[in-house]
């Protein structure tokens, strides 16, 4: 098993006071709500629903490259190699400087490319002929009697 490090997602702004721009104040404490459930659940093994989770997140939050790597993981788990690859290369364009999603974006590169090879070796072998049936053994010389009279 492979290890990828999730990142806390927060909101982008913290949002203080009680009706500072409700709409914006209760955005952000539902994308954090979604955000916390799914690393919740994502804790407990259940990455269908934390990607549910997050993908709700991203609805509020779609710049947060801190999402889009949780994602990714959760994708990698899954082995949903392309999700993960695509999620992981949108946190990179939106926050080339996160070093933990360049990291685990190098640690599911080398994964990756194994998978790939194991795949491209199997697929060789399945387009190899058969090895040829062994030959069957010399009939016994005509004329010749065993036992004889």
Request: charged share 20%; proline share 6%.
């Given at each position: 098993?492979?290890?990828?490090?999730?990142?806390?997602?927060?909101?982008?702004?913290?949002?203080?006071?009680?009706?500072?721009?409700?709409?914006?104040?209760?955005a952000a404490s539902s994308s954090r709500d979604q955000i916390r459930f799914g690393a919740e659940m994502a804790r407990a093994g259940n990455w269908g629903e934390a990607i549910f989770r997050w993908k709700k997140a991203l609805e509020a939050?779609?710049?947060?490259?801190r999402l889009y790597n949780n994602l990714a993981v959760a994708y990698e788990t899954r082995g949903?190699?392309?999700?993960?690859?695509?999620?992981?290369?949108?946190?990179?364009?939106?926050?080339?400087?996160?070093?933990?999603?360049?990291?685990?974006?190098?640690?599911?590169?080398?994964?990756?490319?194994?998978?790939?090879?194991?795949?491209l070796g199997a697929a060789?072998?399945?387009?190899?002929?058969?090895?040829?049936?062994?030959?069957?053994?010399p009939a016994a010389p005509s004329g010749s009697h065993e036992g004889g009279r």
């Amino acid at each position: 098993m492979f290890f990828r490090r999730l990142l806390a997602a927060g909101a982008a702004g913290v949002c203080t006071g009680a009706l500072w721009v409700s709409g914006v104040a209760l955005a952000a404490s539902s994308s954090r709500d979604q955000i916390r459930f799914g690393a919740e659940m994502a804790r407990a093994g259940n990455w269908g629903e934390a990607i549910f989770r997050w993908k709700k997140a991203l609805e509020a939050e779609p710049d947060n490259a801190r999402l889009y790597n949780n994602l990714a993981v959760a994708y990698e788990t899954r082995g949903e190699w392309a999700l993960a690859e695509s999620a992981y290369k949108k946190a990179l364009v939106l926050n080339p400087g996160l070093q933990e999603v360049r990291e685990n974006f190098a640690l599911f590169q080398s994964f990756y490319e194994q998978v790939r090879r194991r795949k491209l070796g199997a697929a060789a072998q399945q387009d190899q002929p058969p090895p040829a049936a062994p030959a069957q053994p010399p009939a016994a010389p005509s004329g010749s009697h065993e036992g004889g009279r």
